[in-house]
């Protein structure tokens, strides 16, 4: 059922958006009317992120808002209906410059499952940040993430924002789909990597050339840090070797979500060397 919600989710959207903003004729008898209330969670919005969100068993969603012409093509079947909010309610909840598509969704921020539980459960790569700390680069991260199929991102909860509006909107769904994982002490972190048999590979510069090849078979956990300061010094040293991007251009360095795009489709391109399962 999830995946038919969605599909018709994203579909009615799109369309919804091309709709002028003349009223229609009140045939959503379903949805309720009123202001949105400020309330416990946190409120995302975005077409995609809000459809992830309510495709997600272990979301929990509180209240749904959209305007008119978004709750019009909605599907009935979803886990909460809809209230209707004109766009200066959702502007005035969201932020004016925040481009809300009309929907938004109060949600609680999801409990960050163990590292060894989604290693058994799901394949690809693994991401750990050290200490990246701007919500959008995080929430890029996990759009890429997602795209590419990596396992998990890690992170160190104390040096890491909570889950916002902002950072579920940069994420484009991806904060629904890919594990984001909150640990204490990140050396503690990758030791559990290198313990279940991940290979870690940390990306800093003076590293040798990131290679799927060269890897071979191992499955891969990549290490990134913040702009600027890079891995930390124990970061690095726990790491099993050091690498970097090749960029034969003038560019010495690229923002760290980009990094993390680049370094991901190094480790699933076509062609090269599976992980092992």
């Not at 909860?157 to 950072?167: C, F, K, Q, W």
């Not at 629904?176 to 640990?183: A, G, K």
């Not at 972190?189 to 890897?215: P, S």
Request: proline share 6%; hydrophobic share 40%.
């Amino acid at each position: 059922m999830a995946k038919k919600i969605s599909s018709r989710l994203r579909a009615s959207l799109a369309a919804a958006e091309d709709l002028s903003k003349t009223a229609r004729r009140p045939s959503q008898t379903r949805a309720r009317s009123g202001p949105p209330a400020a309330k416990a969670g946190y409120w995302m919005y975005g077409t995609h992120a809000v459809d992830s969100a309510l495709n997600n068993p272990r979301r929990i969603c509180h209240e749904l808002l959209a305007t008119q012409e978004v709750a019009a093509g909605l599907p009935r079947q979803l886990p909460v209906q809809p209230r209707i909010v004109t766009r200066e309610e959702l502007d005035s909840l969201c932020g004016r410059d925040a481009v809300h598509q009309g929907i938004a969704l109060r949600v609680e921020p999801l409990t960050p499952p163990d590292i060894s539980e989604v290693l058994a459960e799901r394949d690809g790569p693994v991401l750990v940040l050290d200490q990246v700390t701007d919500p959008r680069n995080i929430g890029a991260i996990l759009r890429s993430a997602a795209a590419f199929g990596a396992a998990g991102v890690v992170v160190q909860d104390r040096n890491t924002p909570p889950e916002t509006g902002t950072m579920a909107k940069a994420a484009s769904g991806g904060l629904d789909i890919v594990p984001l994982l909150r640990e204490t002490n990140l050396s503690r972190a990758l030791a559990t990597l290198q313990k279940e048999g991940l290979w870690v590979v940390g990306l800093d510069a003076g590293g040798g050339r990131l290679d799927r090849e060269a890897l071979g078979p191992r499955r891969t956990a990549l290490v990134l840090g913040a702009e600027g300061a890079g891995l930390r010094r124990l970061t690095r040293e726990t790491c099993d070797e050091i690498s970097s991007i090749h960029m034969p251009g003038d560019m010495e360095s690229l923002n760290v979500s980009n990094a993390a795009t680049v370094a991901l489709y190094e480790l699933t391109r076509p062609g090269a060397t599976t992980d092992a399962s």
